[in-house]
């Protein structure tokens, strides 16, 4: 299958676009800058520049092609219509030029759409007041080509896809601990995240182009349920300081963020048995516990990437 991919070079992309030429299929990624097409053509692909904003790049590269994979997501998060109104613009550019081919588009969203305090799968509806409400319309957009003749369907991604060179929530978490000298969470740190490693998300992704049926919603998601404190207990052993309970305003000062203070202190575990049933899927990589214990999140590298993206300007606080 020749696959047109946009967000092959984030922080997810490349592993899925390096699970994809192994299993045989070309690659044609969007780049928008000559350092992201080097990096694609360095994984067996073919750049296409062009960008999110550039409809004509997105239309050319999903009509040469027999499937589509929408990774890429961007904007001002300040400005959620704008983040919604890009992102729609995207998913119709791609997916118009496959109507009525039986070719499979599959766009990306994430867990956080769920509803709060209990295990949510695949046939539950998005929660509007959920933090993450602003991928919904994105769901709703690539799923309504399924009405359209495309076996369109959309991963949501645990909000920690763990591995090397993770630059998200985690390394922000571990980051604040490095500052503060305590590794903290919020109130009794009961609440509940799902996680996934990169390499088994990338399977999934090669696996929804393959075979998930037309308006499959799939939960990317290897373990539903990781306690926000089982992680602050790891994080606090591998860099021997205490842990401790702080309320969500404290917690914005620890964090250096309240974006960050928000989303740790939510309930939001996630199952994803109806996915794995549905493609043959198996998470078989490290869990996120093990990867704190064995992976590169504890390298100064790890904390510079967490701070240049979560502090205001990039700047340490103390």
Known sequence: MHVFVTGGTGQTGPTVVAELVAAGHTVT????????????????????????????????????????????????????????????????????????????????????VAKVGRIS????????????????????????FADLGVRA?????????????????????????????????????????????????????????????AGSVLHGVGESAVTIRSIAEQVAEMLGIPTASLTVERAAEHLGNPFLARFFSLDVPVSSEH?????????????????LRTGDYFTPQASLRAEEIWLPHGHSQS
């Open 275 to 291: 996915t794995q049933a549905l493609l043959g899927w198996a998470p078989r990589h490290a869990t996120l516990l093990e990867d």
């Open 153 to 213: 369907s959309v991963v949501r991604l645990a909000p920690t896809v763990h591995g090397p060179g993770d630059y998200g929530f985690i390394p922000a978490f571990i980051a604040a601990a490095r500052r503060s000298g305590v590794s903290a969470y919020i109130g009794d740190g009961a609440n509940r995240w799902p996680a996934v490693h990169r390499a088994d998300a990338a399977s999934l992704f090669r696996l929804a182009l393959e075979k998930a049926p």
């Open 29 to 112: 990624g969007l780049a928008r800058s000559d350092a992201a097409a080097a990096r694609l053509e360095s994984l067996g692909a073919t750049p296409l520049r062009g960008s999110l904003e550039d409809l004509d790049s997105l239309r050319r590269g999903a009509e040469a092609a027999d499937g589509v994979l929408h990774m890429a997501y961007g904007g001002d998060y300040a400005d959620p219509d704008d983040l919604v109104r890009r992102d729609c613009a995207a998913i119709e550019a791609l997916g118009r030029p496959l109507a009525w081919s039986g070719k499979p588009f599959v766009s990306t969203s994430g867990t956080l």
């Open 121 to 144: 799968t695949e046939q539950d509806a998005p929660d509007p007041g959920s933090v993450a409400a602003f991928r919904i319309a994105g769901e709703q957009a690539c799923l309504g």
